[in-house]
Protein backbone atom coordinates (compact mmCIF):
# COMPACT_ATOMS: atom_id res chain seq x y z
CA UNK A 1 0.00 0.00 0.00
CA UNK A 2 1.32 3.44 -0.82
CA UNK A 3 1.30 6.32 2.16
CA UNK A 4 2.59 9.88 2.49
CA UNK A 5 2.83 11.24 5.48
CA UNK A 6 3.58 15.26 6.20
CA UNK A 7 4.65 15.75 9.73
CA UNK A 8 4.84 19.43 9.80
CA UNK A 9 1.16 20.77 9.88
CA UNK A 10 1.86 24.17 9.99
CA UNK A 11 5.26 26.78 8.65
CA UNK A 12 5.87 29.79 8.42
CA UNK A 13 8.83 32.01 6.69
CA UNK A 14 9.82 35.16 6.29
CA UNK A 15 9.52 36.86 2.76
CA UNK A 16 12.93 36.06 1.09
CA UNK A 17 14.41 33.45 3.17
CA UNK A 18 13.89 29.89 2.10
CA UNK A 19 12.07 27.41 3.55
CA UNK A 20 11.96 23.54 3.67
CA UNK A 21 8.66 21.21 3.87
CA UNK A 22 8.79 17.45 4.89
CA UNK A 23 7.79 14.14 2.90
CA UNK A 24 8.33 10.76 3.59
CA UNK A 25 6.16 8.06 1.55
CA UNK A 26 6.12 4.10 1.41
CA UNK A 27 5.73 1.86 -1.58
CA UNK A 28 5.63 -1.51 -2.45
CA UNK A 29 6.09 -0.29 -6.40
CA UNK A 30 9.41 0.68 -8.90
CA UNK A 31 7.64 3.07 -10.89
CA UNK A 32 6.22 5.91 -9.12
CA UNK A 33 6.35 9.54 -9.53
CA UNK A 34 6.13 11.94 -6.56
CA UNK A 35 4.57 15.46 -6.51
CA UNK A 36 4.05 18.69 -4.92
CA UNK A 37 0.95 20.35 -4.90
CA UNK A 38 0.05 23.93 -4.08
CA UNK A 39 -3.45 24.50 -3.09
CA UNK A 40 -3.71 28.66 -1.93
CA UNK A 41 -6.47 29.93 0.24
CA UNK A 42 -10.03 29.22 -1.74
CA UNK A 43 -8.30 28.56 -5.30
CA UNK A 44 -7.81 25.36 -7.02
CA UNK A 45 -4.88 22.74 -6.39
CA UNK A 46 -1.76 23.06 -8.69
CA UNK A 47 1.51 21.04 -9.38
CA UNK A 48 4.74 22.64 -7.97
CA UNK A 49 7.02 19.62 -8.75
CA UNK A 50 7.55 16.87 -10.01
CA UNK A 51 10.10 14.03 -9.61
CA UNK A 52 10.26 10.61 -11.24
CA UNK A 53 11.48 8.16 -9.07
CA UNK A 54 14.09 6.60 -12.04
CA UNK A 55 15.66 9.95 -11.75
CA UNK A 56 18.58 10.17 -9.69
CA UNK A 57 18.59 13.74 -10.07
CA UNK A 58 16.66 16.22 -7.80
CA UNK A 59 13.79 17.97 -9.71
CA UNK A 60 13.77 21.96 -9.70
CA UNK A 61 11.31 24.73 -10.89
CA UNK A 62 12.87 27.88 -10.39
CA UNK A 63 12.61 28.91 -6.89
CA UNK A 64 11.50 25.57 -5.68
CA UNK A 65 13.28 22.36 -5.49
CA UNK A 66 13.10 18.90 -3.99
CA UNK A 67 15.66 16.70 -2.09
CA UNK A 68 14.64 13.05 -3.06
CA UNK A 69 16.55 10.29 -0.80
CA UNK A 70 14.85 7.03 -2.61
CA UNK A 71 16.70 4.87 0.52
CA UNK A 72 15.44 6.91 2.90
CA UNK A 73 11.68 7.61 0.86
CA UNK A 74 11.96 11.04 2.06
CA UNK A 75 10.95 13.39 -0.64
CA UNK A 76 11.10 17.28 0.72
CA UNK A 77 10.47 20.70 -1.39
CA UNK A 78 12.92 23.69 -0.78
CA UNK A 79 11.17 27.41 -1.16
CA UNK A 80 14.12 30.00 -1.85
CA UNK A 81 13.39 33.72 -1.66
CA UNK A 82 9.77 32.72 -0.28
CA UNK A 83 7.04 35.67 -1.31
CA UNK A 84 3.97 36.25 -0.17
CA UNK A 85 1.78 34.62 -2.88
CA UNK A 86 3.52 31.57 -1.86
CA UNK A 87 1.24 31.07 1.12
CA UNK A 88 -0.57 28.25 0.76
CA UNK A 89 -1.25 24.63 1.97
CA UNK A 90 1.65 22.38 0.00
CA UNK A 91 0.77 18.35 -0.38
CA UNK A 92 3.16 15.94 -1.26
CA UNK A 93 1.96 13.11 -3.24
CA UNK A 94 2.33 9.59 -4.78
CA UNK A 95 1.43 8.22 -7.74
CA UNK A 96 1.73 4.57 -8.53
CA UNK A 97 2.41 3.65 -12.24
CA UNK A 98 0.79 0.24 -11.11
CA UNK A 99 -2.28 1.58 -9.79
CA UNK A 100 -2.61 4.85 -11.34
CA UNK A 101 -3.60 6.07 -8.16
CA UNK A 102 -2.57 9.04 -6.37
CA UNK A 103 -2.10 8.95 -2.46
CA UNK A 104 -2.06 12.65 -1.22
CA UNK A 105 -0.07 13.66 2.60
CA UNK A 106 -2.07 15.17 5.41
CA UNK A 107 -0.53 18.85 4.04
CA UNK A 108 1.51 21.61 5.87
CA UNK A 109 -0.14 24.84 5.83
CA UNK A 110 2.47 27.43 4.89
CA UNK A 111 2.69 31.07 5.79
CA UNK A 112 5.08 33.32 3.93
CA UNK A 113 5.56 36.94 6.61
CA UNK A 114 6.16 40.12 5.17
CA UNK B 1 -9.89 24.84 -22.90
CA UNK B 2 -10.04 26.64 -19.40
CA UNK B 3 -9.58 23.35 -17.18
CA UNK B 4 -11.15 21.04 -15.31
CA UNK B 5 -14.97 22.66 -14.33
CA UNK B 6 -17.38 21.31 -11.92
CA UNK B 7 -20.86 22.35 -11.14
CA UNK B 8 -22.52 23.25 -8.60
CA UNK B 9 -19.50 25.23 -7.22
CA UNK B 10 -21.66 25.38 -3.39
CA UNK B 11 -24.52 22.92 -2.43
CA UNK B 12 -26.74 23.32 0.64
CA UNK B 13 -28.75 19.85 1.30
CA UNK B 14 -30.56 18.67 4.21
CA UNK B 15 -30.18 15.04 5.45
CA UNK B 16 -31.43 12.52 3.92
CA UNK B 17 -31.57 14.56 0.34
CA UNK B 18 -30.26 13.07 -2.73
CA UNK B 19 -27.38 15.03 -4.69
CA UNK B 20 -25.41 15.13 -7.88
CA UNK B 21 -22.43 17.41 -9.18
CA UNK B 22 -20.57 17.31 -12.51
CA UNK B 23 -17.34 17.44 -13.38
CA UNK B 24 -15.96 18.53 -16.95
CA UNK B 25 -12.55 17.20 -17.11
CA UNK B 26 -9.82 18.65 -19.68
CA UNK B 27 -10.74 17.33 -23.25
CA UNK B 28 -8.39 15.46 -24.20
CA UNK B 29 -7.66 13.86 -20.60
CA UNK B 30 -8.61 10.01 -20.35
CA UNK B 31 -8.43 9.58 -16.50
CA UNK B 32 -10.59 10.87 -14.38
CA UNK B 33 -10.69 10.93 -10.66
CA UNK B 34 -12.88 12.01 -7.59
CA UNK B 35 -11.75 12.82 -4.39
CA UNK B 36 -13.07 14.21 -0.93
CA UNK B 37 -11.29 17.19 1.20
CA UNK B 38 -12.70 17.85 4.69
CA UNK B 39 -11.10 20.89 6.25
CA UNK B 40 -7.02 20.65 6.99
CA UNK B 41 -6.76 17.42 5.14
CA UNK B 42 -5.05 16.16 2.25
CA UNK B 43 -7.53 15.12 -0.64
CA UNK B 44 -9.04 10.95 0.00
CA UNK B 45 -9.36 9.12 -3.14
CA UNK B 46 -12.88 8.22 -3.96
CA UNK B 47 -12.66 6.34 -7.40
CA UNK B 48 -11.12 6.87 -10.80
CA UNK B 49 -12.32 6.17 -14.60
CA UNK B 50 -10.09 5.29 -17.69
CA UNK B 51 -12.05 6.71 -20.16
CA UNK B 52 -15.56 5.46 -19.36
CA UNK B 53 -14.72 2.27 -17.49
CA UNK B 54 -14.61 3.03 -13.38
CA UNK B 55 -11.41 1.05 -12.20
CA UNK B 56 -11.61 1.38 -8.76
CA UNK B 57 -13.48 2.09 -6.40
CA UNK B 58 -12.10 2.92 -2.72
CA UNK B 59 -13.47 0.41 0.28
CA UNK B 60 -14.53 3.89 2.05
CA UNK B 61 -17.14 4.94 -0.12
CA UNK B 62 -20.20 3.34 0.86
CA UNK B 63 -22.83 2.06 -1.45
CA UNK B 64 -24.78 5.62 -0.87
CA UNK B 65 -22.31 7.30 -3.63
CA UNK B 66 -22.59 6.66 -7.06
CA UNK B 67 -20.22 7.97 -10.33
CA UNK B 68 -20.49 7.50 -13.91
CA UNK B 69 -18.70 8.96 -16.75
CA UNK B 70 -20.79 7.89 -19.72
CA UNK B 71 -19.19 8.89 -22.86
CA UNK B 72 -15.43 9.00 -21.15
CA UNK B 73 -16.29 13.03 -20.67
CA UNK B 74 -17.71 14.30 -17.97
CA UNK B 75 -18.50 12.63 -14.94
CA UNK B 76 -21.42 12.75 -12.53
CA UNK B 77 -20.93 12.10 -8.58
CA UNK B 78 -24.50 11.06 -7.21
CA UNK B 79 -24.92 10.99 -3.52
CA UNK B 80 -28.01 9.07 -1.79
CA UNK B 81 -29.14 10.18 1.78
CA UNK B 82 -27.16 12.39 2.36
CA UNK B 83 -25.75 12.28 6.04
CA UNK B 84 -23.71 15.38 8.02
CA UNK B 85 -21.04 13.46 7.71
CA UNK B 86 -20.70 13.82 3.98
CA UNK B 87 -19.82 17.50 4.31
CA UNK B 88 -16.97 18.26 2.28
CA UNK B 89 -15.28 19.54 -0.46
CA UNK B 90 -15.74 17.22 -3.44
CA UNK B 91 -12.95 17.62 -5.95
CA UNK B 92 -12.47 16.58 -9.56
CA UNK B 93 -9.27 16.65 -11.30
CA UNK B 94 -8.13 14.66 -14.37
CA UNK B 95 -5.13 13.68 -16.63
CA UNK B 96 -3.58 12.58 -19.21
CA UNK B 97 -2.90 9.40 -19.16
CA UNK B 98 0.16 7.06 -19.37
CA UNK B 99 2.64 5.97 -17.44
CA UNK B 100 5.86 8.06 -18.25
CA UNK B 101 5.32 11.60 -17.39
CA UNK B 102 1.82 12.47 -18.47
CA UNK B 103 0.50 11.79 -15.11
CA UNK B 104 0.36 15.31 -13.76
CA UNK B 105 -3.14 15.82 -12.20
CA UNK B 106 -5.28 19.12 -13.38
CA UNK B 107 -8.28 19.92 -10.37
CA UNK B 108 -11.40 21.41 -10.78
CA UNK B 109 -12.35 24.28 -7.85
CA UNK B 110 -14.11 21.83 -6.19
CA UNK B 111 -17.68 21.62 -4.65
CA UNK B 112 -18.23 22.02 -1.29
CA UNK B 113 -21.10 20.26 0.23
CA UNK B 114 -23.23 21.38 3.27
CA UNK B 115 -25.55 18.90 5.01
CA UNK B 116 -27.53 20.28 7.20
Known amino acids: AQTVTQSQPEMSVQEAETVTLSCTYD???????LFWYKQPPSRQMILVIR??????QNATENRFSVNFQKAAKSFSLKISDSQLGDTAMYFC???????????FGTGTRLKVLA | DTGVSQNPRHKITKRGQNVTFRCDPI?????LYWYRQTLGQGPEFLTY????????KSRLLSDRFSAERPKGSFSTLEIQRTEQGDSAMYLC??????????????FGPGTRLTVL
Open chain 2, 49 to 56: FQNEAQLE
Open chain 2, 27 to 31: SEHNR
Open chain 1, 93 to 103: ASFSSGTYKYI
Open chain 2, 93 to 106: ASSRGGTTGDNEQF
Open chain 1, 51 to 56: QEAYKQ
Open chain 1, 27 to 33: TSENNYY
